[in-house]
């Protein structure tokens, strides 16, 4: 078994992209067995999902023998059997990738104050895009809070999980013998902190027993669980609209190869705007790389080399800007939520330089912070202007000091 967050696996499929282009190209007999391998591959696993015909495609050995056994060999992979992922959502671009190779990643869903995962994906029973269905012995509800009745209201049933009405949705709550029994609290510390453990966990968890997770969601007719945003992550708009970042940021960096971390900005602001950061040589998650960048990064402009070139590139910043208007055409809802304005931070973010957490989640709060000059700068940019200038250099930004969200 094998367990990355979906950065972990974004890495492993650009390192073997990247392996790809620096290979001569297969032709001849041998690109016709390849590339019939690889839509054998993609359409095996699609089938494999629930209300797929579950078919085995004709000459699909052709696949495993060919491409899959020599990658999962050269990942060190040939005897794994699942492979799973979770702590934040993964692409399906990515979840494609790995299924050419013959791997079904299985997405997970739970939380460090449920001891772990309550809902898991099997390989005999999943759909890319959901984190699975209920483990034997927890409760899974989607709930809104009805303020004027003073509880918990149950959400329908979607009856289509990527596709679900507003009233189908709220937040994904968890009961069961699995859930803590509080948070860890320090007695010599004395009465304040005593006091602010217990409010932590009497917002947690309802008088009915329900971890409420903060997570916005819904569940399937089958009993499928889809996790749609994130409270704590919904951005304000002007108008008082609701905005759900992260498909929007998602679909950015789907639309821009070059582009290694999106994340929104505009909370209680006039209009929604983002940081990106450009893919850099030695960019790990861990680390965030130096100013060269990488090769899908290079693709853009032969001329432009580094970040720093990158950002006073015309033709650079045209292309981030062509595939921010698809992306907003792609994801964005409504046009409260549209990304209109960019800065291209100085470098990628990373657990090293504190944006990231280990397991390689945003920490947003943290971004704004160290970016606030950043956040005035493109709330107070002329109308006209969509790419914001960075506006201080990446020795300052490093002489500031990070905080914890």
Not at 174 to 191: E, K, Q, S, V
Request: with cysteine; proline share 5%; charged share 25%.
């Amino acid at each position: 078994m094998f367990l990355g967050v979906p950065r972990v696996w974004e890495k492993i499929a650009a390192a073997l992209k990247k392996k790809v282009r620096e290979a001569p190209p297969p032709s001849g007999v041998k690109a016709c067995i390849v590339n019939s391998a690889k839509a054998k591959g993609l359409q095996f696993q699609k089938d494999r999902q629930l209300g797929g015909s579950g078919a085995v495609p004709c000459c699909y050995c052709i696949a495993t023998g060919t491409v899959q056994k020599k990658v999962k060999e050269a990942l060190g992979l040939s005897k794994m059997k699942y492979a799973f992922t979770g702590a934040a959502p993964i692409s399906k671009e990515t979840l494609e990738f790995f299924g050419v190779l013959g791997i079904n990643i299985n997405e997970v869903y739970g939380m460090s104050e449920c001891t772990g995962a309550t809902t898991v994906s099997v390989d005999q029973a999943h759909l890319w895009g959901s984190c699975g269905w209920t483990m034997g012995g927890t409760e899974v509800k989607i709930f809104k809070n009805d303020d004027k009745a003073g509880k918990n209201v149950e959400c329908p049933k979607a009856k289509d999980i990527f596709n679900p009405t507003d009233d189908e949705q709220g937040e994904i709550c968890f009961r069961g013998r699995h859930i803590m029994t509080g948070y860890m609290a320090n007695p010599d510390l004395g009465a304040d902190h005593l006091k602010t453990i217990q409010g932590k966990l009497d917002s947690a968890i309802d008088k009915d027993g329900w971890l409420h997770s903060g997570d916005k969601g819904c569940m399937g007719v089958n009993g499928m669980v889809k996790i749609t945003g994130r409270y704590k992550h919904l951005l304000i708009g002007a108008g008082g609209e609701n905005v759900a970042p992260i498909p929007i940021e998602n679909e950015v960096k789907k639309q821009c190869p070059a582009i290694s971390n999106c994340m929104m900005i505009g909370d209680k602001k006039p209009f929604m705007a983002a940081f990106v950061t450009l893919k850099a040589k030695g960019a790990t998650g861990n680390e965030p790389g130096g100013d060269d960048l990488d090769e899908e990064a290079l693709s853009v402009d032969s001329s432009v080399t580094k970040i720093s070139e990158a950002v006073q590139s015309e033709k650079y910043k045209k292309y981030i800007v062509d595939c921010i208007i698809k992306a907003n055409k792609e994801a964005a809802p409504n046009n409260a939520s549209t990304i209109k304005k960019i800065c291209i931070l100085p470098r990628d973010f990373s657990v090293a330089t504190n944006e990231l957490t280990p397991t390689l989640k945003l920490k947003r709060g943290v971004v704004v912070k160290m970016n606030q000059a950043a956040v005035d700068a493109i709330y107070n940019a002329p109308k006209n202007m969509t790419v914001v200038p960075y506006p201080i250099t990446l020795s300052e930004k490093d002489s500031e000091p990070s905080k914890e969200e």
